[in-house]
């Protein structure tokens, strides 16, 4: 089977434009969750999402969103960048919410 | 959301077993204790997971004591492929919740030749 994949893998962006990123689960899997990882924060929760809804969200503003799509391939937005959103974006995804979870290769965004 | 303590960094020699320890005070009785690792420019990684027993799977070993306020990973011979980032992450699978990961630092292995 192939893994969690995320698209694209690097991105340069500049302050203030917006960002829309991209998860394809493990086939079957329904639960897509993300995460942001930066040196100074770690892992950080962002959302979890299962058969399209939203089930959990972390504790970030509302410039951040997220949805999932029917084949449960997922999309993170985030809107008005800014320079502490550069990160690197994780993905994972897990058959059901209390499933083990498996993670894709991140995106790298860098914003300038 | 419990939380977990790990020390920031330890060091094994290759060949060597490993143990590292994580400190779990307020752990619920919903808790499940899984260890993911994170390998330099990838993404986390499952390792093993448990409840109340001991696990044993291909990649390591889980001691759960018998409080479940500590647990320890056991790496049983160390290679320089496990050298990476290592988090103990308590998942909830009670009350409702939805058993979202909570990353702590996490402990920083290196593996010596």
């Known amino acids: 089977k192939a893994g969690v994949t995320q698209t694209p893998r690097y991105l340069i962006k500049t302050r203030g434009q917006q960002v829309t990123l991209s998860c394809s689960p493990i086939?079957?899997?329904?639960?897509v969750s993300w995460y942001q990882q930066t040196p100074g924060q770690g892992l950080q929760f962002l959302f979890e999402?299962?058969?399209?809804?939203?089930?959990n969200k972390g504790n970030f503003p509302g410039r951040f969103s997220g949805r999932q799509f029917s084949n449960s391939r997922s999309e993170m937005n985030v809107s008005t960048l800014e320079l502490g959103d550069s990160a690197l974006y994780l993905c994972?995804?897990?058959?059901?919410?209390?499933?083990?979870?498996?993670f894709g290769p991140g995106t790298r965004l860098t914003v300038t | 959301d419990a939380k977990t303590t790990q020390p920031n960094s330890m060091e094994s020699n290759e060949e060597e077993p490993v143990h590292l320890p994580c400190n779990h005070s307020?752990?619920?009785?919903?808790?499940?204790i899984h260890w993911y690792r994170q390998l330099p420019s990838q993404g986390p990684e499952y390792v093993i997971h448990?409840?109340?027993s001991n696990v044993n799977n291909r990649m390591a070993s889980l001691a759960i004591a018998e409080d479940r306020k500590s647990s320890t990973l056991i790496l049983h011979r160390a290679t320089l492929r496990d050298a990476a980032v290592y988090y103990c992450?308590?998942?909830?699978?009670?009350?409702?919740?939805?058993?979202?990961?909570?990353f702590g630092q996490g402990t920083t292995l290196q593996v010596k030749p």
């Open positions: 994972a995804s897990s058959l059901g919410i209390y499933d083990l979870v498996n």
């Open positions: 086939s079957g899997h329904r639960s």
């Open positions: 999402y299962f058969s399209e809804t939203q089930r």
């Open positions: 307020t752990i619920s009785g919903t808790d499940y």
């Open positions: 448990g409840l109340t």
């Open positions: 992450i308590l998942r909830d699978h009670g009350s409702g919740n939805t058993g979202k990961l909570i």
